[in-house]
Every structure is written in C-alpha cells, then in structure tokens.
C-alpha cells in the first residue's frame, strides 16, 4: 500500500456543509474524481486535477498539530486511492473524528470514518455540451458511473453516521431525487439534505422552493456557510 497520497491541498476552516456545519476542522482535499460534474466548484481536483504527493505520516501530524478534533477527508474523489485508509485509520487513532465527504460511487474496504457524506450525482451534473469535454467522452463515463446503489448502501452500512446531499438546480430534480432514494437503504428523512447549486450565497426568494420542499418531506436543508463567510475561495 502506497505511503503517499495525491493531496490539492490542506486547510483549518469551519465545516462549512451538513450536520458538522460550524465545526472547526482540518480538511485534506485529494486530487483526481472518476466523475466530471458540469457544475464542480472544485475542478482543480478533478478537470484539471492539481496534486503534491504527500506521505501520510506528514499529513497525520498536520492534522494532529493543527488542534481541531475533526478531519474532512474530501476531493475530488477520495475513495479513489488506496490510500486513504490508512490515513483515516491513523487520524481515527490519533483521537479526530473522521468525515469523508463522497460521491458514493466507490467502496474502500476498512476506511474509518464517522460520518460518511455522500453526495449522489443527479442528471443536472453530466457535462453535457461542456466545453471542456469537446468528445462527449466524460459525459458519457460521468453518466455510466454517477450513480452505484450497491456502494451508497455499503458506505452507509460501513459508518456510524451518514447525510446524502443532493445539489439541486430546479424543482424538477425532486422526481429524480425521489426515484434514487428508493435504491437507498439504511437512511432517516433528515439524513437528506438539498443544497441549491451554485458558488454564490443565492437570493432567499431564489432558494425559498427548496426550503418549502424540505419542510413537506422531513429533509433538511444545507446552505453553504463557507460561501457566505469567505465566498467562493480555496482553503475556506
Ligand atoms: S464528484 Fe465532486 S469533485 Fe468530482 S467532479 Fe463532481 S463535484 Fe467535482
């Protein structure tokens, strides 16, 4: 197992998604995604993947040494490398609680992790017509991968906790987020989360449907917080 891992880059910041928003953490960002979202706000991890190889045992102490109790495994795609295990195994013994945020397309076996953050690829993230996928190649792999229920349920049956975000563009992606929760197991209603698309803190009136929608069906729904403190910026 390799030593190293493919890191785009390390910060301490507040969670800025889901049940640990507001939380102090380190977050270790790996670089490389088996999928291509037309809407990614971190292409730098995966259209144009920037990467140090870093040795694990460096990153643990980075972490440790930073103060905070939690560790945002993210990418990219972490589940991606091997790798990854042991760094969560190792952060896992050095007292951090671990969350990996994923987009449930991938199973490593033997990650520890406490709150396993899945967040499911709708139709609205194929990059159809992208500019950056003059072929179709990607759209065409992105849409063949984006969605595993056999790895979504073993994610969650394999941690202690779980949420599955949903980006959403419009109303119509309900249907779909409807139809993909039924291949889900394992999962409580406000586990669900909806977080509106975008890079920008979106105009109340603009997101006031989500939020209605959350209401009616027990789900819960995730603002940005990064984004509205820092805007959209690495290393927050
Ligand atoms: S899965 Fe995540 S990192 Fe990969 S392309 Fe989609 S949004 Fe970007």
Redesign the pocket.
């Known amino acids: 197992m390799s030593d190293q891992l493919p890191i785009s880059e390390t910060f301490v910041s507040i969670q800025g998604e889901g049940k640990l928003t507001g939380v102090p953490s380190w977050f270790c960002r790996l670089s490389g ?1 088996n ?3 037309t809407w ?3 292409p730098y ?2 259209w144009e993947p920037e990467k140090t190889l870093r040795l694990i045992d460096e990153l643990v102490d980075e972490a440790v040494s930073s103060g905070v109790k939690h560790a945002v495994l993210t ?3 972490p589940m991606l490398f091997e790798g990854l295990v042991a760094l969560s195994r190792k952060l896992t013994d050095a007292g951090l609680h671990i969350t990996v945020e994923t ?1 449930g397309t991938l199973v490593l076996p033997g990650l520890s992790c406490h709150l396993m953050s899945i967040s499911p ?1 709708l139709a609205n ?1 194929t990059p159809t017509d992208d500019p950056r996928d003059p072929s179709g190649a990607w759209a065409k792999r992105h849409e063949e991968r984006r969605l595993n229920f056999g790895a979504i349920n073993e994610l969650i049956a394999s941690s202690l906790d779980c949420q599955l975000k949903f980006v959403v563009s419009e109303p119509g992606d309900l249907a779909e987020i409807e139809s993909v929760l039924d291949g889900i197991v394992g999962y409580q209603q406000s586990d669900v989360m909806l977080m509106p698309e975008g890079v920008t803190v979106p105009d109340p009136d603009s997101i006031r449907w989500v939020v209605d929608e959350c209401l009616a069906r027990g789900w819960s729904y995730c603002p940005r917080v990064h984004v509205q403190l820092f805007g959209d910026t690495r290393g927050t």
């Open positions: 995604c999928l291509r979202c990614c706000d971190t991890a995966s990418g990219g795609e987009a690829k993230s």
